[in-house]
């Protein structure tokens, strides 16, 4: 079992991660369909402003914005995603083990630093669950499956942790660790997670009010 | 007093019907339904929640949830207490005014549109009479 889990499964599910992702996005071309007309891009007519002003005029359109209402929460999912993605992609350990196997490697950040990047990673889980457990609207939303995707999400990193600074029994932490990895790839493309796919469809292909690019297809 | 009360005489609820409405949308609503991340960041851009005293009730997320997700959670199979349950949220906790924003992009208007087209198959929707009452506004 403890060889299945640090062998096969490891392809099993890299495999389903792609495939399933592939999958959504075919589903998502299938379910949309371009637009006959898009609305032109809003421009910003290009006054002469002075450095001062286009400061002021910056600051002034986060107004309404998230930055504005809930500054926190911005900041802390900003980072959160960041390290979420970043620090198990140019970790040094897994680097290296991909060069091991498939001869190929990323650039590695110093151990130094991931270290303090999954904690960060972990604070930001702490945070986003304090949240859940004591915010009313937060609660009002919140169901069984919401803690669970902060567990599937928070335990890769902390096992992670814990094998790093060797705590506990090394070989069963690290053996938790990789299935826990494996857990969380296998569910991004099916649950909730799947936003890490489908923000980037939703702000910038469909076309809507808030879409980040002029989103030239529709439902 | 709000008039939530199911008509006694109304038709029976088509459960296929409604299932069948869900289907119709299901790859768009679906995908939505399921990629809220329940993060509560649409709130405040509701007007009715702000004016609420920031009742949770009021957050969008909060509203297609309980009206368009518990449809599709229970496929469709609901009895009329439910859908004059829903009718509240979806035409009174909303005015459909689309400026709720939501981070990832999903487009909550869209949801409670929907979940007011089924209820309106189902010849649940607000009454002239309900409209102008005051427990309405």
Known sequence: MVDFIRGQLISIALIIFILGLIFQLIQFFRLTKKKEWVYPPLEIKSENKSAGQWVAFCFGSLKGTLWKTDPLVTIVTSVFHVFLIGVPIFLLGHNILLDHSWGLSLWSLPESMTDIFTLVVLICLAFFLARRLFLARVRAITTLYDYVILLIVGAPFLTGYFAYHQWFHYDTVMTIHILAGEVMLITIPFTKLGHMLFFFLYRFLVGNEYSFAKGARAW | ?137
Request: proline share 6%.
């Open chain 2, 1 to 137: 007093m709000e008039n939530n009360m199911p008509n006694p005489g109304a038709k029976p609820v088509d459960t296929k019907q409604i299932k069948e409405m869900l289907n119709r949308k299901k790859g768009k609503m679906k995908r939505y339904l399921s990629h809220c991340a329940h993060c509560s960041l649409c709130a405040e851009s509701c007007f009715l929640y702000m004016e609420h005293h920031k009742d949770p009730q009021y957050m969008p997320s909060y509203k297609a949830i309980n009206s368009l997700g518990k449809l599709y959670r229970k496929r469709g199979k609901v009895d009329r207490k439910l859908l004059t349950e829903m009718k509240g949220i979806v035409w009174r906790n909303c005015v459909l005014c689309g400026r709720c924003y939501c981070p990832i992009g999903i487009h909550i208007p869209s949801m409670i549109a929907f979940a007011r087209s089924i209820l309106r198959s189902q010849d649940v929707y607000p009454q002239l009479d309900e409209v102008f009452s005051e427990s309405w506004l």
